[in-house]
């Protein structure tokens, strides 16, 4: 079996210091070393296939070039999506990405936590289902980089990367209210993170704004799953009495299982219901029909969050909690339409 190539090895073939290998590899730019040193040293590696130990690198203090993020659910296309985005951005970087799901289990969710910090990750991206600022706070004094993403953590020094969910939420009942839609019903996330409290104060904040009554009745919440807004858009149509012709929907998923329990009962959409959804996942663009839905900036929340991670590697951690929003999008399809009548 062949042995594993070592540091001394390429720098033996090179004819240079182990010094001078360690510092063409440092990520760092080395202006005063003669370009035919460093060509040389390249040469070796290549020819002696070398990969260096990022583990003894980090303990050298270099880091290990890899991120960590923590996500509640991998089946959910918009954290897919997320994902998919992170590893782009980390890859045109030379950055490498672990990614745990937690499953919605803050058990798990430590576990990978601690896996990570024991892996000597650069920094860990997290979107928690429940951590508390103790533990966010004791990771910080030990010197690794948190960011939050969606869902801040009271207490917590950790920087927080948001999307605007509350204008998001606006903007969904605005354009069904510019439609002619007056009863609106929502089905809702659980009240306890706060992007679902935000988007839905949105949708109830709007139609106050626009003197229209906030139905309680009309307000349905459950988990952002697709099987829940399929079960829940059923209990609203089976209350047709209530009259409503618009549904907004608080993430993507739950909005095409809403479209599916209409156009099980013989209905079609939007001739019998306006519906929005929220994240603007791939399936919303390819859905029959196609889903209007408020579009959350997925690449710019990823590259605040890499770049976030890389600044405190370099210049260290933020001395004061930060918080970052960007501004949601409406994305106008197929599954809304104007109504004639008021």
């Given at each position: ?39 040389e ?32 659910d ?60 103790i ?5 910080v004094?030990?010197?690794?980089p ?13 920087p ?11 903007q969904?009942a ?5 439609l ?13 993170t706060?992007?679902s409290?935000n ?28 099987e ?16 409503f ?11 095409l ?31 029959n ?11 710019q ?16 951690l ?25």
């Amino acid at each position: 079996m062949r042995t594993r190539v070592t540091i001394r090895d390429v720098a033996k073939k090179a004819g240079v210091s182990i010094s001078t290998v360690s510092r063409v590899l440092s990520p760092q730019v080395n202006d005063y070393m003669r370009e035919e040193t460093r060509k040389e040293v390249l040469k070796a590696i290549k020819e002696l296939d070398y990969r260096p130990d990022i583990r003894a690198q980090s303990l050298r203090g270099r880091g290990t070039r890899i991120v960590g993020l923590v996500m509640p659910d991998a089946l959910n296309p918009f954290y897919q999506e997320l994902a998919y985005v992170l590893e782009e951005v980390c890859y045109r970087e030379k950055y490498g990405l672990l990614v745990c799901s937690s499953k919605n289990s803050i058990t798990r969710e430590l576990a990978y936590i601690d896996l990570l910090e024991s892996q000597k990750v650069d920094g860990i991206i997290i979107s928690t289902v429940g951590l508390k600022e103790i533990k966010l706070n004791n990771l910080v004094g030990k010197g690794i980089p948190i960011v939050l993403m969606d869902r801040d953590v009271p207490g917590a020094n950790i920087p927080v990367m948001f999307t605007n969910n509350y204008l998001g939420g606006c903007q969904a009942a605005q354009h069904l209210i510019d439609l002619g839609h007056r009863k609106i019903a929502c089905i809702a996330g659980s009240m306890s993170t706060l992007s679902s409290i935000n988007r839905l104060k949105g949708y109830t904040d709007t139609l106050q704004k626009n003197g229209l009554e906030v139905d309680k009745k009309l307000i349905k919440e459950g988990k952002l799953i697709y099987e829940d807004g399929y079960k829940l858009m059923k209990e609203l149509a089976r209350k047709s009495s209530d009259g409503f012709t618009a549904v907004f929907c608080l993430n993507d998923l739950v909005a095409l299982g809403a479209m599916r329990a209409v156009q099980e009962d013989s209905k079609s959409i939007p001739s019998d219901y306006s519906i929005v959804g929220f994240d603007n996942i791939y399936l919303s663009s390819i859905s029959n029909p196609t889903l209007t839905t408020i579009a959350q900036p997925i690449k710019q929340i990823a590259q605040g969050a890499f770049r976030t991670i890389k600044r405190a590697r370099e210049k260290g951690l933020p001395k004061k909690k930060e918080h970052r929003f960007w501004d949601t999008k409406l994305i106008a399809r197929e599954s809304c339409r104007e109504l004639v009548d008021n």
